[in-house]
DNA sequence: CTGGATCCCGAATGATACTG
DNA sequence: CAGTATCATTCGGGATCCAG
């Protein structure tokens, strides 16, 4: 995720830290709390690993996630939101999940879609 | 702006309608009240003409911007947010503008990139 | 061996310049 | 302004590497 130069906003500026295929996903999972990169793969249909670790990467060096890795074995990382970047942005993308939500709902499109949608509000 | 078949969740829908580059800026400025699209050519730098009516349009099919053409001469549209989806969306942008401008202070960078910032909070 | 992380490359998409 | 061409980025597959 190539960053620009200048920016006319500070809101521009994190749309872009953000705007990555799998990054709200990312970030909505990690919501419910710490995991590893195994049980983000499992939770987030579609995702491949590397796609996962690239936005992970970029997520942790803007701040708005930190890892953990526990030596011994086996061998185990942990995921979760920084404070308080990372618990700033689920509120943004919380509006978004309501305004998706209603979005939906008024073109009856809302089953197809909220059926599919694992991981919970 | 292609949209995805499926999502896993409403919010990635919204994130896909707001994700084009000029985009969160274009809804900043209008926040401010309805205008012409030459007022918002003028307000939002290295726009060209072009990008901005094709962002326009994708923002109005998906309902977050409404236009209203006022016959007469000299011939004259405005563009303003839709109620509620336009003015939602802004809540969601006003928490990122947060982040940006905390991200800013603490890197030291926020003067250089403020100061462009002409588009009032 | 297992789970985590990186590299290389082609295909798809987005932004901008160019043109009528 | 719309249509097309061009250029930069992003996505995703697959191989590979690294560390307990």
């Given at each position: 995720?190539?960053?620009?130069?200048?920016?006319?906003?500070?809101?521009?500026?994190?749309?872009?830290?953000?705007?990555?295929?799998?990054?709200?996903?990312?970030?909505?999972?990690?919501?419910?709390?710490?995991t590893?990169?195994?049980?983000?793969?499992q939770?987030?249909?579609?995702?491949?690993?590397?796609?996962?670790?690239?936005?992970?990467?970029?997520?942790?060096?803007?701040?708005?996630?930190?890892?953990?890795?526990?030596?011994?074995?086996?061998?185990?990382?942990?995921?979760?939101?920084?404070?308080?970047?990372?618990?700033?942005?689920?509120?943004?993308?919380r509006?978004?999940?309501?305004?998706?939500?209603?979005?939906?709902?008024?073109?009856?499109?809302?089953?197809?879609?909220?059926?599919?949608?694992?991981?919970?509000?």
């Open positions: 995720m190539k960053m620009r130069e200048d920016y006319t906003c500070p809101l521009e500026l994190v749309h872009d830290m953000i705007k990555g295929k799998w990054k709200p996903i990312i970030l909505w999972r990690l919501r419910l709390g710490k590893s990169l195994s049980k983000l793969e939770d987030i249909q579609g995702i491949t690993q590397k796609m996962l670790l690239q936005h992970l990467k970029e997520l942790m060096e803007y701040g708005f996630v930190e890892k953990q890795t526990y030596s011994g074995y086996p061998l185990h990382v942990e995921y979760y939101l920084s404070d308080p970047m990372g618990k700033e942005i689920i509120e943004a993308l509006i978004m999940q309501h305004i998706g939500i209603t979005y939906l709902e008024k073109n009856g499109k809302a089953e197809e879609l909220l059926k599919k949608h694992i991981i919970p509000d």
